[in-house]
Structures are given as structure tokens and as C-alpha cells.
């Protein structure tokens, strides 16, 4: 029997695959009324155990991973599938036989028998037990499950305990600069001299966090959450998770927050904690985990839910957030991780703000809310005008984030003889200047305190202090709360430097509702409305989630305040908020990795279903046929070589091995890498024949179907040319697989690359 052990997938496998069908040798039933060989023969047939059926089985092996532990060497699994049915199919990497019209009759003839079969899993339930040996090697693998497990729930502990300590960690130092700011600045004489030491303070700091970030992890600019989103989506960005990057990103946010530019920390914060469970998984301990397929992506995203549990307590909320904004496709395993990591995490984060009582910027209290049902029909109507105002003012900010982006570029092509660190420097300083002039205790108090003094005090059913104003100041100070952050957001938003979004939407959403609130408070009066801090807080979840368009925001918005009761209301508003930003603009994480030119494959739209591969598909891809000299394989690696390069991050990208020219039929894939390998020891080979006129050799064909029967394998995936492009999009983002050949029937017809399919659907 000729055999081979695929190194891949450690499956047995019988090479070429027509020697398996003609040596399947199934056994023959004479008759329903055999005696003993009869019942031995149809547990053979149909894939379940007898005793007499072990010596009569062994040579219908040809396909099985024995490291399995349901894949023992005498049982065999007939699966019959009319769409495999003498085909030559070589060895799939899925439990599936190719079945012969002889095995079909055997199969159907052991139908008509009438015994009462017991399965393979029952068999094997009654041996476990029939001596002490098996009761010890049960209790072995029960307990070898156990440490598995046990390490598993190791690391979410270790993991939710760094990360809701490195938060509070930053809260502190954050809180400390910040109040020295105010300090040194009250030590100014008069406006220019408290003004002088507000901006040098804050330029000071943000030249140093710009520093730092350019001068040792550029990766770590920005928010982190597109960049972790294009990794979940099946994409592979070098250096992203490195300690240089979690380094700097932890001392330049730190910087930019205490500077008193304003910034998030989410964001930021969310990268952080992947990077912390990517190099937790590195450490000895937990090797096993880390080398374990598809564990990984799990404690990515248990990290990142934690990192939001984290820094805002809201445990259920930060889940969800993971869900819609970082992954595209969310494994139900994924959940129970994320939700033991965020559990933990948002646990300590109220530990530590009930310890440091003194400390109040890193809570917001909880508010008593009156009785929904007894408020009439203006509390319903200003929770529509919050909704529709968030939903327009999420996608401004998107479009003027991008827009200053863009005009930076601009601004580096039109002036070329300036170096792109002149233009960082330029632009950081210019910003900063504006920035430290808008947030000045001297132009208005409310503009200089910071993001969670501010949302406390937004929504807060008392009336708001003094410097707020009174009568109809209240709302121009309102207004002018919420245009000054908006516009010192965006500009804070494009610094080189780690700073997030979501906290200074939050609370220009809450400036926004507290200003609804106040004006129905003015004309319906107090006994007939809702008090204002009621619709800050919906704004403050309508207006982050119309910017990232995501509902969990609402949620967010509702743990951080304990306003359970007003739920609903908060949920209505941001729904509203958020169809009337999915209408106008994409998102603002998705604008963002476009303007990165991150990898990612965005998801369909309503309209995009009706695809087919066939739509989508690059048509008669560069082919290798089985007869094909060296010259002919080194003019398909060229063809394949620039989709190779940008798709092949990890060594999967595939080219077609056809019969021939007039008969495309598929015959399997062989890795970009491997054909290059050997078109290279190929031409070395001729290269030292010392024979005449050894050139010519590079036309003469062989059979490369023979020369590589190792290397030919079944692709990763294929696609009959009529598939949905829904599978389409699921596979390649869930299997991350580089391109797809598309087949009709067994013919070759086209490929699917990824860069392709996200041209497709942007």
C-alpha cells in the first residue's frame, strides 16, 4: 500500500487518489441470511464497531487523523455524497470517502438487514469501565482536561487583574498631571501669564508623547481599534502586538491625557490589553494556549473586552462593544472568555473607585430616575430630538476627521522639500496652540475641566453649577461647550500620538442632550419633563454610537450611570442616531482603515447578497498543467507573484494544477512557496549538467503531477462559480485563507483573492 503522512494535517493518505477507489475491496453480501460474517460485514459497512470487524477492515483505511480520538485504526466511515462520487478526489481534509457504485450496492443491501447496531461512542462507553486500567487512563484524561482548563482560566485571571490594574494605574498618574496643570497655571499672575503656562504645559507633553511615538513604535498612533479590528477580520499586521508598541503605548497615552488635549482612552486602551494578552500567551506558562489553533483570536478579544470592563466597569457593555466594532464573525466560544475576562475586570475597576474615594473623575454616580410610565409625550419627543441630532453630528465628525487627515496629506505633496517629520512638528504645534486657547479657564470655565468632571456633571439631575450660567446663558454656554470640544476633538484626534474618541464623544453626546433637556425643561416645565441629566445620558450613548455606529454604546452609557430604568429610551435614541448615520457616512473605525490602507474585508451590504462567485471572481487564472517544462513554471510564478507578495502573509497562497489546456479539469493546489522552491532547485539542477546545448532542457516537459505528488494537495477552499457570496465572505474571513479557485463543476473557471473580494463589496 503506498502511503504518505501529510505534514499539514497529519492525515494518512493513499497517493494518487484512483488507487483508493479501486482498492477499497469492500466486502461482498451474499445474502441476508448469512450467518456469522454477515453482521461482522455490515458494521464494516456503515462505520460501526464489532469485534469480528477489526481483522476485515484495516485495509479500507486511507484516510484519518489517528491522533483524533474518535479515529481509531479499526473503524471505518462510509459517507455517501453523490457530488463526490467517483471524482478523483485526493484525500480531503475532512472525514469523506469516495464511494463506488459496489460500495453503494453494498452499503444499500446492509440497509435491508434488520439488527439493531450500537454505536462506535456506546462500544466504547461500556470497555472504559471493563477493567482498572481504563478506569485509570479515564481518570487520567479527566484530569488531563482539567489542567487544561485550568490554565486557560489562569490566564483570564491574570489577564483581567493586569489590565484593571494598569488602568487605574493611568487614572492616577492622569489625575495627578492634570491637577498640576491647574495648579501651576493658578500661579500665573494674569491672563497671559496662566495662559503661557496652560500651552507650554500642554505642548511640553504633547512633543514628548509625539516623540516617543515616532521615534519607537509608530504602530502605536492613533486609536488601536481599526488596527485590532483588521486582525480579527483574518488579516496579519506585523508588529502590532510587539512590546515596543504596548511600551509606547502606554507612556504616550499617559502623556497625551495629562497634557490636557482632548483625548480618549479606549481606544488606546482596548489595543493595549490585546497586546498584553498576545504577550501574556507568550510566556511559558501558558505556551500551550498560545500554540493551540484558534485560541489565540479568543483571548484577543476576551482582552480587549476586558480592556472596556476595565476603564469604564461596564462589563456587558464592553462585550458587546467587542462584538460589533473589533470582530466580523464571533465565535459563541469567544463569549464565555470575553465574559469571564470583563467580568473580572469591570469587578476591580469598582473596587479600586470605591477605595479612592478622593478621586471622583473616575466615576459618574448613580441617578435616581423617575417613573417612565408616568411622563407624557414631550419626553418621547425629545428623546427623538436627541436621536436625530446625534445622528447627524456622528457622521460630521467622521467626514471632518477625514478631512483634516486628508488635507495634511495634501499639505505634504504640495510643499515636497519639507520632510514629513518637519510637517508632524509644524502640525503639532499649530494645534496644540489652537487647542490650548479653546480649552482656557480664561475664555470660558466649563471648557478647561476634564471629560468625566464634565459628563458628571452633565448628567446629574441637580442643576449645574454656577459658571455654567443661568436663564438663557445656559444654553449659548451649552452650545458653546459642545462646538469647542467638537472641533478641539478632531484636532486632538489627528496628533502622531496613542489617543482615542470615544470618551470626548460621550460627552459632547451628553452636552448635546443635557441642551434638549434644558430647552423642554424651559417650556414644559419641570413637572411635565424629564429632568435635563436624563437626556445627557441618552445623548451620551446616541452620540458615540452614531459616530462608530454600533448599539452597544447606548449600554455603555447606561452601566457608567446605573440609569437601568431608562434603558429603552437611551436604546431608541440610539438606534435613531444610528440609521441616520449608516444612511449619510460609514463609521468612523471603518473611514479610519481606509485611510490607513489597513487590510480588512468589509462587510456586505443589503444589496451585495444577490452576488455570486461568478460576479466576483478574476476569470482563467495563470494555470499550471501537468506537462510543464521549467520555463512554463517560472512564467506562472511570475504571473502569481505580485498577488503572492501581498496576499501570502502566511504561506497559504495557492496556485491551480490543471490537466491541460483543453481539459482544465482541477486537480488541487500547490503552494506558491513550495513551486518556487522547486523551480529553484530545478534550474540548479540543470545549471551543473556539464552536457551540450544542457539549455534546452528548460522547455522539456515532465509531469509535474508525479514530480510533486507530495505538494499537490485539495485547496484550502473551492467554490462552484454559482455560491452566495455570503459563504464567500464568511470562509475568508473565518478560514483566512488568501484566494479560492472557483470551479464549474470540476472545471477551473476563475479565483478569488482577498484584495479582489474587498474590491467587490467597498
Known amino acids: 500500500m503506498n502511503t504518505h503522512r501529510s505534514q499539514k494535517h497529519g492525515f494518512l493518505c493513499r497517493q494518487p487518489s484512483t488507487m483508493l477507489i479501486n482498492q477499497l475491496q469492500l466486502p461482498k453480501v451474499e445474502n441476508s441470511s448469512s450467518a456469522s460474517g454477515s453482521d461482522s460485514e455490515s458494521f464494516v459497512e456503515i462505520g460501526i464497531d464489532s469485534p469480528a470487524s477489526r481483522a476485515t477492515s484495516s485495509h479500507h483505511e486511507s484516510c484519518y487523523d489517528e491522533d483524533e480520538e474518535f479515529s481509531v485504526s479499526y473503524n471505518t466511515f462510509l459517507v455517501i455524497d453523490p457530488k463526490f462520487s467517483g471524482k478523483d478526489t485526493r484525500c480531503p481534509k475532512r472525514l469523506t470517502r469516495v464511494v463506488t457504485s459496489a460500495a453503494k450496492q453494498c452499503v444499500a443491501s446492509t440497509r435491508d438487514r434488520k439488527f439493531s447496531p450500537r454505536p462506535i461512542a456506546m462500544e466504547r462507553h461500556k470497555l472504559l469501565w471493563d477493567s482498572p486500567e481504563s478506569i485509570l487512563e479515564t481518570v487520567q484524561q479527566a484530569l488531563s482536561k482539567s489542567v487544561s482548563w485550568f490554565w486557560v482560566y489562569s490566564f483570564l485571571l491574570c489577564l483581567g487583574v493586569i489590565l484593571a490594574t494598569l488602568s487605574f494605574l493611568i487614572d492616577v498618574v492622569v489625575t495627578h498631571m492634570q491637577q498640576a496643570h491647574r495648579y501651576l497655571m493658578m500661579t500665573g499672575d494674569g491672563f497671559m501669564d496662566r495662559w503661557i503656562i496652560w500651552f507650554i504645559w500642554m505642548f511640553a507633553w504633547t512633543i514628548f508623547a509625539s516623540f516617543i511615538t515616532q521615534r519607537y513604535g509608530r504602530l502605536a498612533i492613533g486609536s488601536g481599534i481599526p488596527q485590532v479590528k483588521s486582525i480579527f477580520g483574518g488579516e496579519k499586521v506585523k508588529h502590532l502586538f510587539g512590546k515596543g508598541t504596548m511600551v509606547t503605548k502606554v507612556v504616550g497615552m499617559t502623556a497625551i491625557l495629562g497634557s490636557g488635549i482632548i483625548a480618549g482612552k479606549m481606544g488606546p486602551f482596548i489595543h493595549l490589553s490585546c497586546i498584553i494578552s498576545h504577550q501574556l500567551l507568550k510566556l511559558s506558562f501558558f505556551k500551550g494556549i498560545y500554540g493551540t489553533p484558534g485560541f489565540k483570536a479568543n483571548m484577543y478579544a476576551a482582552g480587549a473586552a476586558a480592556g472596556i470592563a476595565s476603564h469604564f466597569g461596564a462589563t456587558i457593555g464592553g462585550i458587546l462593544f467587542t462584538i460589533e466594532v473589533a470582530s466580523t464573525y464571533y465565535p459563541t466560544r469567544t463569549y464565555w472568555f470575553a465574559s469571564v475576562a470583563a467580568c473580572l475586570g469591570g469587578l476591580l475597576n469598582r473596587v479600586f473607585r470605591s477605595y479612592w474615594q478622593s478621586y471622583p473623575d473616575f466615576s459618574i454616580p448613580h ?175 446616541a452620540l458615540p454610537g452614531a459616530a462608530t455606529q454600533v448599539a452597544s454604546s447606548a449600554l455603555i452609557a447606561v452601566e457608567i450611570t446605573g440609569a437601568n430604568a431608562i434603558l429603552i429610551l437611551v436604546f431608541v435614541a440610539t438606534l435613531i442616531s444610528n440609521l441616520i448615520s449608516r444612511a449619510l457616512y460609514i463609521g468612523v473605525y471603518d473611514k479610519m482603515m481606509e485611510l490607513l490602507a489597513l487590510p480588512y474585508i468589509p462587510d456586505l451590504t443589503f444589496s451585495q447578497f444577490r452576488l455570486k462567485a461568478k460576479h466576483i471572481m478574476m476569470p482563467n487564472p495563470p494555470v499550471l498543467y501537468t506537462q510543464s517544462s521549467l520555463v512554463d513554471v517560472l512564467d506562472v510564478l511570475l504571473q502569481h507573484k505580485p498577488m503572492a507578495e501581498e496576499h501570502d502573509r502566511r504561506g497559504t497562497y495557492e496556485i491551480p494544477l490543471v490537466i491541460s489546456r483543453q481539459n482544465p479539469k482541477f486537480l488541487g493546489g500547490i503552494h506558491y512557496q513550495s513551486l518556487n522552491t522547486f523551480a529553484l532547485d530545478w534550474s540548479k539542477a540543470l545549471s551543473e549538467r556539464t552536457i551540450p546545448n544542457s539549455d534546452d532542457l528548460t522547455e522539456v516537459p515532465i509531469d509535474i503531477s508525479k514530480v510533486l505528488t507530495k505538494k499537490i494537495h485539495v485547496s484550502n477552499i473551492t467554490f462552484q462559480e454559482n455560491t452566495e457570496i455570503g459563504f464567500i465572505h464568511g470562509a475568508f474571513i473565518q478560514w483566512r485563507v488568501p484566494n479560492a479557485f472557483v470551479l464549474r463543476d470540476e472545471l477551473l473557471v476563475g479565483m478569488i483573492t482577498r484584495k479582489g473580494l474587498k474590491t467587490a463589496i467597498a
Open 367 to 541: 441617578v435616581q430616575i423617575p417613573d417612565i410610565l408616568s411622563a407624557g409625550s414631550h419626553n418621547l419627543a425629545g428623546v427623538l430630538i436627541v436621536g436625530i441630532i446625534c445622528g447627524f453630528v456622528g457622521p460630521l465628525f467622521t467626514w471632518s476627521c477625514a478631512k483634516v487627515v486628508q488635507l495634511r496629506k495634501y499639505l505634504q505633496q504640495r510643499f515636497p522639500n519639507i520632510t514629513v517629520e518637519v510637517h508632524v512638528w509644524i502640525y503639532v504645534c499649530s494645534a496644540t496652540l489652537v487647542i490650548s486657547i479653546l480649552t482656557f479657564k480664561g475664555v470660558h470655565e466649563s471648557l478647561w475641566i476634564s471629560p468625566f468632571q464634565a459628563v458628571l456633571q452633565l448628567v446629574s439631575p441637580d442643576p449645574l453649577p454656577a459658571y455654567w450660567g443661568g436663564g438663557a446663558t445656559i444654553y449659548a454656554t451649552l452650545m458653546m461647550f459642545v462646538c469647542v470640544r467638537f472641533v478641539a476633538q478632531i484636532l486632538g484626534l489627528s496628533f502622531p500620538v496613542p489617543c482615542g474618541l470615544y470618551v470626548p464623544l460621550l460627552v459632547i453626546g451628553a452636552g448635546i442632550g443635557r441642551m434638549v433637556g434644558e430647552i423642554l425643561l424651559l417650556i414644559f416645565g419641570s413637572e411635565n419633563i424629564l429632568p435635563p441629566g436624563i437626556f445627557a445620558i441618552i445623548g451620551a450613548g
